[in-house]
């Protein structure tokens, strides 16, 4: 599996979607609903998952889910 498809399977999962319905340029807010409270519980499926720890400042700027699978890659 690679990166895309498990940032989609844990996004799936922390929103209560179907993972196919998810683009890999969906936004986390516009496209699939998530407010700020989903985006936190998303941060930290994926400090769980990966073992790394995102910084506050760097939240703001993990907008869709190809940041998300970038983000992970470059920092887990």
């Known amino acids: 599996?690679?990166?895309?498809?498990?940032v989609k399977?844990?996004?799936a999962n922390?929103?209560?979607?179907?993972?196919?319905n998810i683009s890999d340029d969906a936004s986390l807010v516009e496209d699939l609903g998530a407010d700020s409270l989903d985006?936190?519980?998303i941060i930290m499926a994926f400090e769980s998952e990966f073992g790394?720890?995102?910084?506050?400042?760097d939240i703001a700027d993990l907008r869709t889910i190809r940041d998300l699978a970038?983000?992970?890659?470059?920092?887990?």
């Open 14 to 20: 922390q929103l209560r979607l179907e993972v196919e």
């Open 52 to 57: 790394t720890t995102v910084p506050e400042d």
């Open 70 to 76: 970038d983000y992970v890659s470059e920092h887990a």
């Open 1 to 6: 599996m690679n990166m895309l498809e498990k």
């Open 9 to 11: 399977e844990i996004v």
């Open 39 to 41: 985006i936190v519980d």
